[in-house]
């Protein structure tokens, strides 16, 4: 079997982009097989184009086991291209295995892309038996902690559905915090959506946004002060 493992990677390898792209869609029509499993890692592992790499990662879906998903998790952890990191937690998103969730959770605090980090927690929101304590913690940390702007909001559009009357207490100080108008409108969205699942009332305002003067207006202004002090000056003379 490795033998021809070898020899049938050797020929994909040297096949034309087009042929390898049809090889991967014929193998995604036929049944979950030993040999085919072992041909998509070994194309995920030497494979030069990416979209060819994400193509393997997505057929590989098709065929679900745990031994896939502890594969593909290996994948994930060794991974730089961001494109192929992206396809892998997302095939990892959606598999049953329990396993998998602390991959999600590592890769929601840990991960250098924030749109990998974004997508874990969307995946790990979408799994069947989330732990809700676990999950909420882990909301809080993102919008506290997390640099970016994409999975801050994306983890204040999920936190309504595990928010409890204390967590509003915690948006708030978060809220007060914060200094971008953009992000302050969104936790204020945020709180009134948990205000109202809680059935209670929110104590906060609504953030104003403080307009800037034309540029033109300042130059006004500061002409008529030029002005001034020049008729000061000639008055003390």
Known sequence: MVKELEERTKKFKNSPYRVK?????????????????????KVIEVEIHEKIRIKAILTLKEFEDKKIVQ???????????????????????SASSEEIEEV??????????????????????EREKIDQTKMKSLLIDV???????????????????????????TLKLIFERETKFKMKQLLHQTMRNVASNLQTELDVEEPIEEKEEEPDKKK????????????????YF
């Open 21 to 41: 792209f049809e090889t991967l869609i014929s193998i995604s029509k036929q049944k979950k097989s030993k040999e085919n499993i072992a041909f998509l890692f």
């Open 71 to 93: 594969k593909l998790s290996e994948f994930f952890s060794f991974e730089r291209d961001n494109s192929v990191r992206l396809a892998l937690i997302e095939v990892l998103g």
């Open 104 to 125: 999600l959770i590592n890769a929601a605090k840990k991960d250098s892309n924030d749109i990998i980090r974004s997508i874990a927690i969307k995946n790990l929101h």
């Open 143 to 169: 919008i506290q902690n997390d640099r970016a702007t994409f999975p801050k909001q994306m983890a204040l559009s999920i936190i309504s559905f595990y928010s409890k009357k204390e967590d509003l207490d």
């Open 220 to 235: 006004r202004r500061r002409r008529k002060k030029v002005k001034k002090k020049k008729d000061k000056e000639h008055l």
